[in-house]
């Protein structure tokens, strides 16, 4: 039996069947194709409402309210009767070492829940999507994290703060030369290494903390749209899991 997984986070929806043998069907659409049901996942759920799917239940995760009650208007459209499943700080399999639970995001959660299920403790797991999130689970549970601007945001802030310089694609960053000839090759250079130093940055405060508090060694994942976009050169030491939030969410639903 499969889990219909739905991770709904401000730029895009990302969705997947979550099975034991891995994740299929999986694949995003514009968060306000919410909006337009027809265009989103009214199509998927529909398919997977009907009693001869194999789908024995939902499990979803949300950072954006409006969005969330466009999803649930939507399930009902689409008669869903099978186990339904959003998690929540309250109903997460997970301990905490975070003083107020209800500040963390669902995206955060599952990410947090298949972090420890796949790689055990310590376990950071960077999420770069609008937002870049770092996560990081100990011995002790989730300790917390940090929240910086994503790729998408760095790129478009220059354009829209500056009256000449043009708005970048975050796709093609790279330039091979370490001084820009033209403006775009600055801005490209500005924004693709000065991402990667802002990541580094970051991790290597987490793991000095970490290393601090006598933690082992820990695991660091990489998931999301921006992190696809980065060469793997920069992400040598960093295990890429494009469907972690996914196989959280589907955890989290099998452990309530």
């Known amino acids: 039996m499969s889990i219909l997984a739905i991770n709904i986070n401000n730029t895009n929806t990302q969705f997947g069947l979550v099975c034991p043998e891995g994740v299929s069907q999986n694949g995003f659409?514009?968060?306000?194709?919410?909006?337009?049901?027809?265009?989103?996942?009214?199509?998927?759920?529909?398919?997977?409402?009907?009693?001869?799917?194999?789908?024995?239940?939902?499990?979803?995760?949300?950072?954006?309210?409006?969005?969330?009650?466009?999803?649930?208007?939507?399930?009902?459209?689409?008669?869903?009767?099978?186990?339904?499943?959003?998690?929540?700080?309250?109903?997460?399999?997970?301990?905490?070492?975070?003083?107020?639970?209800?500040?963390?995001?669902?995206?955060?959660?599952?990410?947090?829940?298949?972090?420890?299920?796949?790689?055990?403790?310590?376990?950071?797991?960077?999420?770069?999507?609008?937002?870049?999130?770092?996560?990081?689970?100990?011995?002790?549970?989730?300790?917390?994290?940090?929240?910086?601007?994503?790729?998408?945001?760095?790129?478009?802030?220059?354009?829209?703060?500056?009256?000449?310089?043009?708005?970048?694609?975050?796709?093609?960053?790279?330039?091979?030369?370490?001084i820009g000839k033209t403006t775009v090759e600055a801005m490209k250079l500005g924004c693709a290494v000065g991402f990667e130093g802002m990541i580094r940055a970051l991790l290597d405060r987490v793991l000095q903390e970490l290393r601090e508090r006598g933690e082992g060694p820990a695991k660091v994942v990489a998931t999301g749209g921006s992190a696809g976009m980065l060469p793997q050169t920069w992400l040598s030491d960093i295990e890429f899991n494009p469907h972690i939030t996914l196989l959280g969410l589907a955890e989290a639903y099998t452990r309530q």
């Not at 339904?84 to 109903?91: A, G, M, P, S, V």
């Open 29 to 178: 659409f514009s968060t306000k194709l919410l909006e337009d049901p027809q265009m989103g996942i009214l199509p998927i759920l529909q398919k997977h409402a009907s009693e001869n799917s194999a789908v024995e239940g939902l499990a979803y995760g949300s950072v954006v309210p409006k969005a969330t009650e466009k999803f649930r208007e939507l399930l009902s459209k689409a008669s869903w009767g099978k186990p339904l499943y959003q998690i929540t700080c309250e109903n997460c399999p997970l301990e905490f070492n975070f003083p107020d639970v209800r500040e963390i995001g669902q995206d955060i959660l599952a990410n947090a829940v298949a972090g420890k299920k796949i790689y055990g403790t310590p376990v950071v797991v960077i999420d770069m999507g609008t937002a870049v999130t770092f996560d990081i689970v100990s011995s002790k549970g989730y300790e917390g994290g940090i929240i910086a601007p994503g790729l998408g945001v760095i790129t478009r802030y220059l354009h829209e703060r500056t009256a000449l310089l043009p708005e970048l694609d975050p796709n093609d960053l790279m330039v091979s030369a370490g």
